[in-house]
């Protein structure tokens, strides 16, 4: 069976990265961009080229470097934003300019208090108006955004159904969806316009984007991947996608890591708890068959079944097989950083799971160059305590000392950090978590600081959660100190 292609859009790295709070450097949308790959979209948007250097030298560098997907650049209905886009694209094989206008006629209609079929009515008439003219401009794909996140599926659905069969020349368009998730719609809107005859779907990691997001990449493609049957029944040969679905994890795990946003546990597909089954009912219907209750296996988005244990006495090689089978690409010389800190983790834990593994290597391969390295750090709290915190830092080939008392042990240590450094970034958001079960579990922090109007996230990991909290906060200074060498400005938003 060869179905209809749907081809998958991924703007993680331009509307995603509009998210309040989600600021990525160049070289962590270059990663992305590389797993994005890895795991098969057809589309990248790299950026909005023309809003910033930094966007469009991120654009650049990922039509350079990154071959497969199509590389995208958003541009507005202007030459200058145009010829930027054009530019920044010129390195890739295959590229596209993303290029948009508002429907003005569609938002005014809704603002009018009239009846949803009438208002559907108005909106199909002014998106059919819109379309008409650039399919004869000769415009490929069409995008229907809901920018807003307002509409339900069903009117969606309509919308694109009656552009299927009114239009004339749209036989030759894909149609696109691009659905906002204010109303918790995204991935129902965006799957209700491929049932109607969308082609496209632009769509983000995790839902990341402006508000309450995009449509989730991992939802539409298991949506999909899943129930084919469903999509089957509306186009004789059923619908296609070129995603390899085993990438999908790693994928999720890597733009949570990089933006510093932590995916809740009961987050469909790709949450903590997706695959967990625990009431008996269903537990026992697992162990009589499978599909009784799990419609899709964990397999299938690249968790591996396996529960292998490393520990101490894992030599080099087998260490460097591990991280060969979860899909990690190291050099030699991450090799032997990873296994440094792994020994040093496996000393104190005594097993040592997937998922350490996975945070041991995102930590010791995102680093920036390090200005400050924390060499020393004691805390002491408790009931009845004040608790103080020192800290040796050094920087300059120096060696500079603190202390410090706060509300807590962390904010003790923050604060004796502060003074060492002779730095104070606001602290915009701090949380911790342990990479797996167990009272041994390895723990990460992850902390946002903001620094006139950019933001950093800083990663560390740890046994002992006050020092991972440390380590995230020096990681996060580490970053700010680093971007302020590289000089860039603020970044205009689109409205897409
Ligand atoms: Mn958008």
Do not use: W
Request: proline share 3%; glycine share 8%.
């Amino acid at each position: 069976m060869s179905g209809q292609k749907v081809v998958i859009f991924d703007t993680t790295l331009r509307d995603g990265e509009q998210s309040p709070g989600a600021s990525l450097s160049i070289s962590e949308k270059l990663e992305i961009a590389q797993q994005l790959a890895a795991l098969g979209v057809d589309i990248i948007e790299a950026g909005f080229p023309v809003s910033s250097p930094a966007q469009f030298e991120a654009t650049r560098l990922i039509a350079e470097q990154v071959p497969g997907p199509t590389i995208a650049g958003l541009a507005r209905a202007s030459t200058g934003d145009i010829d930027s886009a054009g530019k920044a694209l010129a390195p890739a094989a295959k590229k596209r300019i993303h290029t948009f206008i508002a429907t003005s006629p569609v938002h005014m209609q809704y603002k009018l208090k009239k009846k949803p079929d009438q208002v559907l009515e108005m909106a199909v008439k002014a998106v059919k108006h819109a379309v008409s003219l650039v399919i004869e401009a000769g415009a490929t794909t069409l995008n229907i955004p809901d920018t807003v996140g307002y509409i339900m599926p069903y009117e969606y659905g309509q919308i694109i159904a009656k552009l299927k069969s009114d239009v004339p020349g749209i036989e030759n368009c894909i149609i696109s969806t691009h659905c906002h998730n204010d109303l918790g719609m995204a991935v129902a809107n965006s799957l209700a316009g491929v049932r109607n005859g969308a082609r496209q779907i632009e769509c983000a990691v995790n839902g990341l984007g402006e508000r309450a997001g995009n449509a989730a990449l991992e939802e539409v493609v298991m949506g999909i991947h899943t129930r084919p049957d469903f999509f089957s029944s509306y186009s004789e040969s059923g619908v296609e996608l070129n995603i390899n679905t085993k990438e999908l994890f790693r994928t999720s795990q890597l733009v949570s890591q990089l933006t510093g946003f932590l995916i809740q546990p009961n987050k469909a597909i790709v949450g903590a708890n997706a695959f967990a089954h625990e009431a008996g009912i269903h537990v026992d219907g697992i162990l009589k068959e499978r599909s009784t209750y799990e419609i899709m296996t964990p397999e299938t988005i690249g968790l591996s079944g396996s529960r292998m244990v490393l520990g101490r006495h894992t030599g080099r090689h087998g260490f460097a097989d591990r991280c060969k089978q979860l899909g990690f690409k190291l050099d030699e010389q991450e090799t032997e950083h990873a296994y440094e800190r792994f020994l040093e983790i496996a000393d104190k834990k005594k097993e040592v799971f997937d998922e350490d593994i996975a945070a041991i290597i995102n930590e010791e391969i995102h680093v920036v160059e390090h200005t400050y390295d924390l060499q020393y750090l004691h805390v002491a709290s408790g009931t009845g305590t004040l608790p103080t915190a020192s800290v040796k830092i050094v920087f300059e080939d120096k060696v500079h000392q603190a202390a410090a008392c706060g509300d807590g042990p962390v904010d003790a240590a923050y604060e004796a950090i502060r003074e060492a450094t002779g730095l104070s970034p606001k602290l915009e958001n701090y949380s911790i978590r342990a990479v797996t079960g167990g009272k041994e579990a390895l723990g990460e922090a992850t902390v946002r600081i903001a620094d006139d109007g950019k933001k950093f996230v800083g990663r560390g990991i740890s046994t002992d959660i006050i020092e991972a909290s440390a380590k995230a906060y020096v990681d996060a200074i580490n970053r700010m100190v680093a971007a302020r060498n590289t000089k860039s400005e603020t970044d205009v938003k689109a409205t897409l």
